[in-house]
């Protein structure tokens, strides 16, 4: 990682995914690794921060996020729209280069089983709180986060910043069909109104 | 509503989330009727359409839901940020003329019990599956999505099209503090690739 890799302090964590940013799930379980894609991934809580996503039972990252109880959600940025459309259309069962293939690159932090996206602008690393009714009935998931990290050139001090940063480094919002939308434009409402 | 006022099909509806804007609630139960603001909505499934929310205990919007049974989440636009700003910063509870002193008005279709709020740019009516154990412990609301409607002018055939529309339609992303960005420029990966 680079020099802007900073931490998050876990009070602001939420505010990484405030904005509805489609993220990619990362895992690793018993030496396998994978990313994949999540449109579906949300907040749940301020402190201790929580989050859901939503993993599909087809999917190998799923496989692994059961197994050890961990997953990274990151965001990938505009530079990495390709990136994030072949992670969240192909599959690992299908093609075990997947990740190679890609030029997805992962960096371990030590202590976690859950590897990190580079490049991306921000990373929450979670642990799985097992509710299994959530997760058979509506592939649903729900962990706590414990640590979280962000580029500082985005994101800094508690508040995002794409307006003063490269427009490569921008959130993406998926639709449908390799269509993308990026973040646009700060809007502020003076909060004494 | 206006002429722009259409329905969506219903195997489309999870399109009006996946870009993760954030959305008012809004719901009525006895006589009653209330509109906040959500970040943390999110879709859950394709078909039938499916929806989380997270309503906080203390909100009085989530009291007409559990007496109701129903909710719409709706996409407020860039005109009304402050709108959006000033129903998800007070209270009902604090001030019953909250709706009218802010100026949201309501459209009621016959046969639902939750209103919808006027000049949004899409609409989810929504039942509720009841999860006790998630609504207690979470604050986490799961519901079906059985009707759905957009503005024609940003959504048409089952795809956004902010950009080539009015700027202020442009669907708005929370960040905290009075911080919204709004949604923006389009970015098209070829699916072939």
Redesign the interface.
Same mark, same amino acid.
């Given at each position: 990682m680079n020099s802007h890799f900073q931490p998050v302090d876990l009070n602001k964590a939420y505010?990484l995914l405030?904005?509805?940013?489609?993220v990619l799930v990362s895992a690793g379980h018993a030496g396998v690794e994978n990313v994949m894609a999540a449109?579906?991934?949300?907040?749940?809580?301020f402190a201790p921060p929580?989050v859901?996503v939503?993993l599909d039972k087809s999917t190998r990252t799923r496989q692994l996020v059961e197994g050890s109880g961990w997953f990274v959600l990151q965001l990938p940025t505009?530079a990495q729209? &390709?990136l994030t $459309?072949?992670v969240g259309?192909r599959s690992q069962l299908d093609d075990p280069a997947k990740l190679a293939r890609i030029g997805v690159q992962l960096t371990r932090i030590e202590g976690y089983p859950a590897p990190l996206v580079n490049e991306c602008s921000a990373w929450l690393m979670c642990r799985v709180i097992d509710?299994p009714?959530?997760q058979n009935t509506?592939?649903?998931f729900?962990a706590e986060v414990v640590a979280a990290w962000a580029d500082d050139r985005v994101f800094k001090d508690?508040?995002?910043r794409?307006e003063h940063a490269d427009a490569s480094l &921008?959130s993406? $919002?998926?639709?449908?069909?390799?269509?993308?939308?990026?973040?646009?434009?700060?809007?502020?409402?003076?909060?004494r109104?």
């Open positions: 505010r405030n904005h509805g940013p489609t449109a579906w991934a949300c907040a749940l809580d929580k859901t939503v505009a729209a &390709r $459309h072949q259309t509710e009714h959530n509506y592939d649903l729900i508690g508040h995002w794409y &921008r993406l $919002h998926y639709v449908a069909g390799g269509h993308f939308y990026t973040i646009g434009e700060p809007l502020v409402i003076d909060e109104d």
